[in-house]
């Protein structure tokens, strides 16, 4: 026996050493220490008890030694739970415990790992304090501490941030990147709900910053990167700077004393921290021809005129607005609901129509349109608030008062005269108003009733063939007309014509006469002396114009017979060879 006690003292020793697991030691123990000294008493507990007895001296032992002796490996944690002070004690392995057999409990639990970005809150059940425990570590609890499950560091880059709320003292504490390694205090909790991104402001942005702990603000500008501290939070967003040029100006309102001004100087416009930036106004522009109305804060209204230089481009100053003019709209001016805030006033054309009666009770929808301009604008907004409406109704009341005396054939082919009676007899309802109309025409007319309808329909169709005939008729005047005097202008050229061919003919026998008379002239006084007998002159004459009337008779086709006495030819018989051919020259001739 004291062999073996020795040797199971040499056993655990050798255990703690080597660092074996707790359940293969104690197995180990059992049959390699325990097993023969059971066996070595066995002889002794046989005779005493018998074998029941051997087998109970065997367990109550096993369960003794398994009870009082633990091997802790590495990682391992014993927490020995006592009757007496100290109530709790642990034992981080490696290490060999014995420990007393009268304990309440003895548990093994495993070491916490916490991994390089990994922590975890450990709260103390006495005294209720809590830490934190970093990796990297193999983290041994204390007696009484417990551990919450491991979460993640917070890493952040240069643009991140994350706010701690720390529950017990109710500080902020912001951390800023670049870290890789944050980690909360034991009572911090992580706002906004995680990291927050800053604010990259470019060089036409700001940003509005509230500070919650202390009420002030500030503006932010660009270009620049921006964190928020512990109370603070962004009021709006990011915001544009208003760009401030010749077509834009901007409305502010200083928060601290409620003034409004507006900012027309050119520049990259940024608030402060009292200024709210109301609206962004934009440069009115008027045509030669616009107009408008800016009602200021006293309620009085300025004319502003296209043609006038000064007024024609401007901004709209603090505490006014452009007055907008509801005008009724459609045919019949039934809806009024047209807004009007740039006035033309040049001359429009403006469509209307109305139901009338005549004087024996035909009921027509008349349809026309007037051509009108606004010639004085401050009467017009003096005298009336819906100025089409005005108009339209006007004329309406006046066609029905003149088409009710009269009657459906007198109005049909007097429509147009009863139309510029109503806009000229009652001209000082307009003008009153501002407003002239040039023209006034009827463009249609129908019957409300279609029984009514039909029989004006066939009127209106007779009318029309028998102007379709009439035009027909003076077309076929006009062309015949057309005709003779045609005719008369041909014949008037055919006189004009033979006039002037009589003249020349007349002037051309004079011209001949007058030369030949020369040549007769020149021939009989340049054979005085010669000839000194003027009838012999003159039969010489006579005998060279035969002879230039005969040369130009052989040009030409012509055949002239001439009498032996008109040519005065004699026949001779001469005696020589040639008398045949001679003779025969003679006949031909």
């Known amino acids: 026996l004291k062999l073996q006690f020795l040797y199971l003292i040499e056993f655990c020793y050798t255990a703690h050493t080597l660092h074996t697991p707790a359940p293969h030691a104690r197995m180990q123990l059992f049959y390699v220490a325990i097993v023969p000294c059971l066996l070595a008493a066995s002889p002794w507990l046989f005779e005493l008890c018998g074998w029941a007895g051997v087998a109970a001296v065997a367990v109550i032992t096993l369960l003794a030694l398994s009870r009082c002796v633990w091997f802790l ?20 392995g490696p290490a060999m415990k014995v420990v007393p057999f009268w304990i309440r409990k003895a548990v093994m639990r495993r070491a916490q790992l916490l991994g390089q970005l990994e922590y975890c809150v450990v709260q103390n059940d006495v005294n209720g304090e809590s830490r934190v425990a970093e990796g990297p570590q193999l983290l041994f609890l204390g007696a009484y501490e417990t551990a919450q499950p491991n979460k993640a560091v917070v890493s952040l880059k240069a643009t991140e941030y994350v706010r701690f709320l720390d529950k017990a003292t109710g500080c902020v504490r912001v951390e800023r990147g670049e870290q890789g390694r944050v980690v909360p205090q034991a009572h911090e909790i992580l706002l906004d709900g995680g990291k927050r991104q800053a604010l990259h402001l470019k060089v036409y942005e700001y940003v509005r910053i509230e500070d919650r702990k202390t009420g002030m603000t500030r503006v932010v500008r660009g270009e620049q990167l921006v964190f928020l501290t512990g ?3 962004v009021m709006g967003g990011v915001q544009q700077a208003v760009e401030v040029d010749d077509k834009r100006a901007v409305l502010i309102r200083n928060k601290r004393h409620g003034q409004m001004e507006l900012v027309a100087k050119k520049q990259l416009f940024f608030p402060t921290e009292d200024e709210e930036v109301v609206e962004v106004r934009e440069r009115i522009k008027l045509a030669d021809y616009e107009a408008c109305i800016v009602r200021d804060k006293d309620g009085k209204d300025t004319f502003y005129f296209g043609r006038n230089e000064a007024q024609r481009s401007f901004f709209l100053p603090p505490h006014s607005e452009l007055v907008t003019l509801l005008w009724s709209r459609g045919r019949r001016r039934e809806c009024r609901d047209l807004e009007i805030k740039m006035l033309d006033l040049r001359p429009m054309y403006m469509s209307f129509e109305f139901n009338c009666r005549t004087a024996d009770n035909v009921e027509l929808v008349l349809e026309g349109s007037f051509f009108w301009e606004i010639v004085n604008l401050e009467a017009m907004v003096k005298f009336t608030c819906d100025t089409t409406g005005d108009i339209c109704n006007h004329a309406r009341s006046k066609f029905i008062e003149r088409v009710s005396k009269t009657k459906l054939q007198q109005f049909m082919s007097d429509f147009n005269t009863i139309a510029e009676d109503v806009y000229k007899k009652d001209d000082k309802f307009y003008a009153q108003r501002g407003v002239l109309i040039h023209s006034l025409e009827v463009t249609g007319y129908k019957c409300a009733e279609n029984s009514t309808a039909k029989v004006l329909e066939q009127i209106i169709q007779e009318t029309t063939n028998r102007m379709n005939r009439l035009q027909q008729q003076e077309s076929e005047n006009e062309v015949q007309l057309h005709q003779i005097r045609g005719d008369i202008e041909e014949e008037g050229a055919r006189k004009e014509l033979l006039a002037i061919q009589t003249e020349n003919s007349n ?8 030369a030949e008379a020369e040549r007769v002239k020149s021939f009989i006084q340049g054979l005085r002396e010669d000839v000194p007998d003027l009838a012999s002159r003159m039969a010489l004459w006579n005998t060279l114009r035969k002879g230039e009337v005969l040369g130009a008779l052989s040009q030409g086709t012509a055949k002239l017979y001439f009498t032996p006495q008109d040519a005065n030819i004699s026949i001779e018989n001469h005696e020589h060879d040639h008398a045949a051919s001679s003779d025969a020259d003679y006949q031909k001739c």
């Open 73 to 92: 490996a590495e990682g391992d944690q014993l927490v020995v739970h006592y009757f007496t002070f100290p109530h709790v004690e642990v034992v981080n």
């Open 507 to 514: 002037a051309r026998a004079m011209m001949e006469g007058l």
């Open 231 to 233: 109370h603070e939070e």
